[in-house]
């Protein structure tokens, strides 16, 4: 079993105490995990436990220590963006970050092909560590979709959300139909939606994991996010 981390903006002990229980094979954070430490520190006590996998959020390039933690730490080569993987026998697609006007916002034509473009276009002052400006180590660029399309997959992941979601994005149907996935799973809203009346229109199951919230690899909910949690109480309240 594959379990699927909604954003966490640094909370980890719910990843340990589920990892510590349920034991799935493999686990995948959907984005803006902004570990404190340096994400093997993070899960120390549960990396005997699970095969770990992430993509990237829009927030995990805020800091130096946000990125460093991240794309820095132990687990860096397990980052889904830009590439499938095989992840406890199941293909699985990621695409990290963000859209950003000033690189691409779909269905608008691209500004920046790629982020060598972009570096070195963007001004000497402008880069971090002689590159790519740091927040735009997050913004999703053509090269990195497209590079995607062309290839096969059971599950797509992706920080950005597919149209079903009010904030989403016709590109990332387009591309989960391109890789002809079955499952779609995504972060970065922070909420739970029920996208079920979209699945036949979508051409794949598409799944919203909310903040510190877990579903399985049937879109299945393990803990809700805690914000689910919050408008549950409100609509039982309502109900009273």
């Known amino acids: 079993m594959i379990y699927f981390f909604g954003d966490t903006h640094g909370h980890f002990r719910h990843v340990q105490e589920i990892v510590s229980r349920d034991r799935p094979e493999a686990i995948v954070f959907l984005g803006d995990l902004q570990a404190q430490r340096p994400l093997e520190v993070e899960l120390e006590a549960i990396m005997g436990m699970t095969d770990v996998w992430f993509i990237h959020g829009n927030h995990d390039t805020d800091s130096d220590a946000d990125y460093d933690h991240l794309f820095g730490s132990a687990l860096a080569d397990r980052n889904l963006h830009g590439r499938v993987a095989l992840v406890n026998g199941v293909r699985i697609a990621g695409l990290g970050g963000v859209f950003r006007g000033q690189v691409w916002t779909p269905p608008v ?110 879109g299945s909910c393990i803990q809700p996010g805690k914000f689910d949690q919050a408008r549950a109480r409100r609509l039982r309240q309502g109900s009273a």
Request: with cysteine; hydrophobic share 35%.
């Open 109 to 218: 034509d691209w500004l920046y092909e790629s982020s060598e473009e972009f570096s070195a276009r963007c001004g000497k002052g402008n880069r971090w560590r002689d590159g790519l400006p740091r927040k735009h180590r997050s913004s999703i660029f053509p090269e990195d979709y497209f590079g995607l399309v062309s290839q096969r997959a059971d599950i797509l992941v992706t920080h950005e959300a597919p149209s079903a979601h009010p904030h989403g994005f016709e590109a990332i149907d387009e591309l989960a139909r391109s890789l002809r996935v079955s499952k779609a799973f995504h972060g970065h809203h922070h909420d739970c939606l029920d996208y079920s009346r979209d699945h036949a229109r979508l051409g794949f199951a598409a799944f919203g994991v909310g903040f510190c919230g877990v579903a399985d690899m049937n």
